[in-house]
């Protein structure tokens, strides 16, 4: 059971309103926390802000694939001063109950936020020849499609789920919640990791069970969804096949803006508060005895923030939702780092970035043969994965995301027009590229593309409206290091313990939340991350003496 914070109410500073800062300032204040939030933009959401143009359209910037509904349930169903994070993580009902498949979906406190909808079929993987495949999660419908398309690899398949299914048992179910603090905790998962065969990498994984190369991108493709290479993940990643399977692919109408502006106001009604325009330029570090820290020895302690106007905020924690490269090389000062030091900070790997191509275009009558969710794959799929996160240049062909909400929403869009976005994954700002050059050049060759490979049919001449952001956008706008898209590249080496952890090994009362940090990039990764910060820091301010199995290991940092 959570306890009432004794006498004065601590408070906590956020930096930062994406996902992972909204939904751990919900949880801090349900604990009782007074908690800020201070966000650089004039809006919320980060990389989950949304664009509205004078004209009638709304762009999703950032995430739009929801899954995990009971995730956001949780949040909404938390009350001031009585958060609980004793409650089983996967309540009987959410394992047991039968998976939305049409009409609306969530529990009933997010019906009174947002309105959730399924998506079916969660993705259209289209392939170079023309052929596609639609994934929907349904084992009936998949095995039809995999005995139209490659019949020889319908027992691999069978294989396949069973193997995927116990990954995502016990590295989702069992240890999604388990933050990795130090190594006596990771070691006593690498048994089952190794029974499981998870420790090899994902398309490796992927095509011992499938011969044909379009199922081995079918079963891989998804992890790019959150900055991944399927080429060097691990194959624990098979579990994000199952975790859509389980609670399908969903959609909140407005768009994913939509639920960003929810999370506002559950915070503000739990008692949060937002200050817009509020860039925080360092986070203030002091020493035993109250004084700026000089030295990377002894007692090191958050105390607040500056702001870039140099104001100066202080409180009992402070939170970073910014990325986690920059929160060490910009916001901490080095004298305050032992472990997160420059040198380990800058070898880390760091994901892909994007090109994303925000577009209007008119409805000239015929339907579009496309799905909600289009994944469009070019004629190679290891080279290109190779060029983007090995040899960081952009090849002569290109893989995409292409997100046509206004198919299920029209509202996103004037009368008689659709709105739509695609995503083509690119190297970061390691690879040197000139995107005042290179980011025009692209989005002409991706519209001519689908002009003419005939997704849309006369795009150019149809635009009404065209925005693109490159990796100058992540890198500036956004502040991410190299102009990465999804923090650290979740390779076998940057995964669990190795990942950066969400309590700082360097300062006390410095916590992390966010892709960057454990469990990892996506929605409901980040949103796990915050119910993790939320308990370690309940185990630091005393709030729960025990925390149910997913407090293993956490102790001993800061």
Do not use: C
């Amino acid at each position: 059971m959570s306890q009432p914070l004794p006498h004065t109410r601590k408070t906590a500073l956020i930096i930062g309103s994406g996902f992972g800062g909204l939904s751990l300032g919900i949880r801090l204040q349900s604990l009782g926390f007074d908690t800020t939030i201070l966000e650089k933009q004039d809006g919320p959401g980060g990389r989950a802000s949304q664009k509205r143009t004078p004209d009638g359209y709304v762009f999703d910037m950032g995430p739009t694939v929801i899954t995990v509904p009971h995730f956001i349930e949780e949040l909404f169903a938390l009350e001031r001063d009585g958060g609980r994070l004793d409650q089983p993580d996967y309540p009987a009902h959410v394992l047991t109950g039968e998976r939305v498949r049409e009409g609306e979906s969530g529990g009933p406190r997010t019906r009174e936020y947002v309105r959730l909808v399924p998506i079916l079929p969660f993705y259209r993987i289209s392939f170079d020849d023309g052929t596609f495949f639609d994934y929907d999660g349904d084992p009936d419908s998949t095995r039809r499609q995999i005995r139209a398309l490659a019949p020889g690899d319908l027992a691999g398949y069978e294989r396949f789920h069973q193997d995927a299914k116990a990954i995502f048992e016990r590295g989702f179910l069992d240890l999604g919640y388990t933050h990795f603090g130090d190594m006596a905790t990771m070691l006593r998962t690498v048994p089952d990791l190794l029974r499981l065969d998870a420790v090899r990498t994902l398309f490796s994984f992927t095509s011992r069970y499938f011969q044909s190369p379009k199922l081995r991108q079918v079963f891989s493709f998804e992890t790019l969804l959150v900055g991944g290479n399927p080429l060097s993940v691990p194959a624990i990643y098979a579990m994000i096949h199952f975790v859509e399977k389980t609670w399908g692919i969903h959609y909140v109408m407005g768009g994913t803006g939509e639920l960003v502006r929810a999370f506002v106001r559950k915070f503000g009604e739990l008692g949060g508060r937002i200050e817009y325009g509020a860039e925080v330029e360092e986070i203030l570090v002091t020493d035993g005895r109250g004084r700026p820290v000089r030295s990377p020895f002894g007692r090191r302690t958050a105390r607040g923030v500056r702001l870039r106007d140099g104001e100066e905020r202080h409180a009992d924690l402070v939170v970073s939702n910014a990325d986690w490269a920059n929160t060490y090389l910009k916001l901490v000062p080095r004298q305050a780092r032992r472990v997160n030091s420059d040198l380990r900070v800058k070898a880390a790997r760091q994901s892909m970035s994007l090109l994303v191509i925000y577009f209007g275009f008119r409805d000239d009558g015929h339907p579009l043969n496309l799905r909600h969710h289009n994944i469009i794959l070019g004629p190679r799929y290891e080279e290109l994965l190779r060029e983007i996160f090995g040899q960081k240049v952009l090849g002569q062909d290109f893989s995409q995301y292409l997100h046509v909400p206004t198919l299920t929403d029209p509202s996103l869009a004037p009368p008689g027009h659709h709105a739509a976005y695609t995503l083509i994954p690119v190297p970061h700002q390691g690879s040197g590229l000139n995107w005042e050059v290179e980011g025009p050049r692209l989005v002409e060759r991706v519209l001519a593309f689908l002009e003419e490979r005939g997704y849309i049919p006369d795009l150019r001449a149809r635009l009404t409206y065209l925005d693109s952001i490159t990796p100058d956008h992540f890198e500036g706008t956004l502040d991410s290091y190299l102009g990465n898209a999804f923090g650290p590249e979740p390779t076998l080496v940057q995964s669990a313990y190795f990942r950066p952890h969400n309590r700082s090994e360097d300062v006390r009362n410095l916590y992390l939340v966010g892709a960057g940090v454990q469990p990892g990039a996506g929605t409901p990764s980040v949103m796990m991350s915050a119910k993790m910060t939320a308990r370690l820091i309940a185990q630091d301010f005393g709030l729960h003496p025990a925390v149910r199995d997913g407090a293993e290991g956490e102790g001993g940092e800061g």
